[in-house]
């Protein structure tokens, strides 16, 4: 059976709202919940970016749910201080929390004013961050000099079984590197023999634990409203990489935007008014072998999706808690 969580969107929910959402969707039957993590919205229409982990410590204390984020540990944010972030909310939920762990995209990274790296050394970075934080939630002192410089340091506050890490990935290359490292594997849907393939090359290269999915869909009383409402809020998160790795403002992922016809939304976002067709997709990326799948509704109001969803589509669903 399958986990089926609550995405929770920063890019588009103010977080007290998102906060108000996610106990609802405990309420409404989701057994999990994970969040992004970003600086910048994709588009001005989304038009919110809260920190993720202030707003985390407020999720895991008002709900029961365990919770996930993806991250990307290198140039935004130093992987000593993310590992002491994931060590502290470890700490005080143990066992209900996980990190997710990517390259990250220039949109949020530009702010420091670093050079944003090829794709190849942001991987490297990416390893390295992983090496440091896996050391410091094991209690070593790390110092480290390469892509990330780390100078004695040592957690003071953990839990007593390091919180799981990600590989967070999108590309089968990927998939097979994330392999190497990665307590489990989180990709986004797609086409399913795109996604069985992805499972492949993660369990087909020693990958271990659990693999995830993330499912972006739009959900309305109506399909042209179910359409409107993917279009006005998704259109800017059509563009495969690098374009999406490397654009570096919501106004220039807007421009490049202008053009998508509402058609094309349907390639990437599962939109439809019926609860029935939501539940077919998702028990067909269940038959695929995820072991948890968290729902993401594009809109920017909440509460619909989730009381129609936990009425009329878990239902449908062999929903299992982790």
Same mark, same amino acid.
């Given at each position: 059976?399958?986990?089926?969580?609550?995405?929770?969107?920063?890019?588009?929910?103010?977080?007290?709202?998102? &906060?108000?959402?996610?106990?609802?969707?405990?309420?409404?039957?989701?057994?999990?919940?994970?969040?992004?993590?970003?600086?910048?919205?994709?588009?001005?229409?989304?038009?919110?970016?809260?920190?993720?982990?202030?707003?985390?410590?407020a999720? &895991?204390?008002?709900?029961?749910?365990?919770?996930?984020? /993806?991250?990307?540990?290198?140039?935004?944010?130093?992987?000593?201080?993310?590992?002491?972030?994931?060590?502290?909310?470890?700490?005080?939920?143990?066992?209900?929390?996980?990190?997710?762990?990517?390259?990250?995209?220039?949109?949020?990274?530009?702010?420091?004013?670093?050079?944003?790296?090829?794709?190849?050394?942001?991987? =490297?970075?990416?390893?390295?961050?992983?090496?440091?934080?896996?050391?410091?939630? =094991?209690?070593?002192?790390?110092?480290?000099?390469? &892509?990330?410089?780390?100078?004695?340091?040592?957690?003071?506050?953990?839990? $007593?079984?390091?919180?799981?890490?990600?590989?967070?990935?999108?590309?089968?290359?990927?998939?097979?590197?994330?392999?190497?490292?990665?307590?489990?594997?989180?990709?986004?849907?797609?086409?399913?023999?795109?996604?069985?393939?992805?499972i492949?090359?993660?369990?087909?290269?020693?990958?271990?634990?659990?693999?995830?999915?993330?499912?972006h869909?739009?959900?309305?009383?109506?399909?042209?409203?179910? %359409?409107?409402?993917?279009h006005?809020?998704?259109?800017s998160? /059509?563009?495969?990489?690098?374009?999406?790795?490397?654009?570096d403002?919501?106004?220039?992922?807007? =421009?490049?935007?202008?053009?998508?016809?509402? $058609?094309?939304?349907?390639?990437?976002?599962?939109?439809?008014?019926?609860?029935?067709?939501?539940?077919?997709?998702?028990?067909?990326?269940?038959?695929?072998?995820?072991?948890?799948?968290? %729902?993401?509704?594009?809109?920017? $109001?909440?509460? $619909?999706?989730?009381?129609?969803?936990?009425?009329? /589509?878990?239902?449908?669903?062999?929903?299992?808690?982790?």
């Amino acid at each position: 059976m399958t986990v089926y969580g609550f995405h929770a969107s920063h890019e588009q929910v103010p977080p007290a709202d998102l &906060l108000a959402a996610v106990v609802r969707a405990e309420q409404a039957g989701f057994t999990a919940a994970m969040c992004s993590d970003h600086f910048s919205p994709w588009s001005a229409r989304q038009g919110e970016s809260g920190f993720a982990w202030s707003w985390l410590g407020a999720a &895991l204390q008002a709900t029961t749910l365990p919770f996930g984020v /993806v991250n990307a540990p290198g140039q935004r944010y130093h992987p000593a201080i993310i590992a002491q972030a994931i060590g502290t909310l470890g700490s005080m939920y143990p066992g209900r929390f996980w990190a997710a762990l990517g390259t990250g995209e220039a949109s949020n990274e530009h702010i420091t004013g670093d050079a944003w790296p090829r794709k190849e050394v942001r991987n =490297q970075r990416l390893e390295e961050s992983v090496q440091v934080m896996r050391k410091l939630l =094991q209690g070593e002192e790390v110092s480290h000099d390469g &892509l990330v410089t780390v100078d004695r340091a040592r957690l003071w506050t953990r839990p $007593e079984e390091p919180p799981l890490l990600l590989g967070a990935a999108v590309s089968t290359k990927t998939a097979e590197w994330v392999a190497g490292w990665a307590d489990g594997l989180i990709t986004i849907a797609a086409d399913e023999n795109h996604l069985r393939d992805m499972i492949s090359a993660y369990k087909d290269n020693g990958g271990r634990g659990k693999v995830n999915l993330q499912v972006h869909l739009s959900y309305a009383a109506d399909d042209d409203q179910a %359409l409107r409402i993917a279009h006005e809020q998704w259109r800017s998160n /059509v563009f495969s990489p690098p374009f999406c790795w490397d654009t570096d403002t919501a106004e220039a992922f807007d =421009q490049a935007a202008e053009h998508v016809r509402p $058609e094309a939304m349907h390639e990437g976002v599962r939109i439809s008014s019926d609860p029935s067709r939501h539940a077919d997709w998702l028990n067909s990326y269940a038959a695929l072998g995820f072991d948890a799948i968290y %729902l993401h509704h594009v809109g920017r $109001e909440q509460s $619909e999706f989730i009381d129609v969803f936990g009425e009329k /589509v878990l239902p449908q669903l062999e929903v299992t808690t982790p």
